[in-house]
């Protein structure tokens, strides 16, 4: 099976701009999650998507947003930039009754200038 | 708060030798413990899993072991091999979510 694939793998965008991260969950899988990893933060959670309904959401101001289509994959969306947001975003997909475990992909790489 | 703890930065082991790697959680919701493994720029790889009911899990080279007791986990690794050089994070899951330690850089050396 395909892995879990992530586009654009890197971005560079201007603060104020908006960016939207795409996801393509591995097949049969139909949970998304997303994290956020930065060097001072660590990995921290953003949220989590099942059969296009999100089931939980990390403490990220509402900048932050995400959708999930019937295919499964998922988008991120992130609006109004700021330096902070220069970080390695992932996704991840689980199989169904197994939420706990997630296989990432290899990350969308975003630099805010 | 810091809900899952690695509190060594680093480790370096002799190739051939027994790696440990250690992880302390504070929430008892948690159901399920995660080791990953990961190289700069790319995602977490999965290792292994533990369910919060079970006290040892093993695959291969890796074995996790869990004591509830003391809030406390661990990753064993044997034999280590230079392959197996990487940041390993452990993390909990609890509602969808995974909870992440900082990490543990571990150096096999020849």
């Known amino acids: 099976k395909a892995g879990v694939t992530q586009t654009p793998r890197y971005l560079i965008k201007t603060r104020g701009q908006q960016v939207t991260l795409s996801c393509s969950p591995i097949s049969g899988h139909r949970s998304v999650s997303w994290y956020q990893q930065t060097p001072g933060q660590g990995l921290q959670f953003l949220f989590e998507?099942?059969?296009?309904?999100?089931?939980n959401k990390g403490n990220f101001p509402g900048r932050f947003s995400g959708r999930q289509f019937s295919n499964s994959r998922s988008e991120m969306n992130v609006s109004t930039l700021e330096l902070g947001d220069s970080a390695l975003y992932l996704c991840a997909s689980s199989p169904e009754g197994r939420p706990y475990e997630q296989y990432f992909g290899p990350g969308t790489r975003l630099t805010v200038t | 708060d810091q809900q899952v703890k690695q509190n060594s930065p680093s480790l370096s082991v002799q190739e051939g030798r027994i790696s440990i790697l250690n992880c302390d959680y504070t929430?008892?919701?948690?159901?399920?413990f995660l080791w990953y493994k990961k190289y700069p720029a790319e995602g977490p790889t999965f290792l292994i899993s533990i369910s919060s009911i079970k006290d040892k899990n093993e695959d291969g080279r890796f074995t996790v072991f869990l004591n509830k007791s003391a809030k406390h986990l661990s990753l064993h690794i044997v034999p280590s091999q230079p392959g197996d050089s990487a940041v390993y994070f452990c993390?909990?899951?609890?509602?969808?979510?995974?909870?992440w330690g900082a990490g543990t850089k571990l150096i096999i050396k020849p």
């Open positions: 998507y099942f059969s296009e309904t999100q089931r």
């Open positions: 993390a909990a899951h609890s509602n969808y979510q995974l909870i």
């Open positions: 929430n008892s919701m948690f159901d399920y």
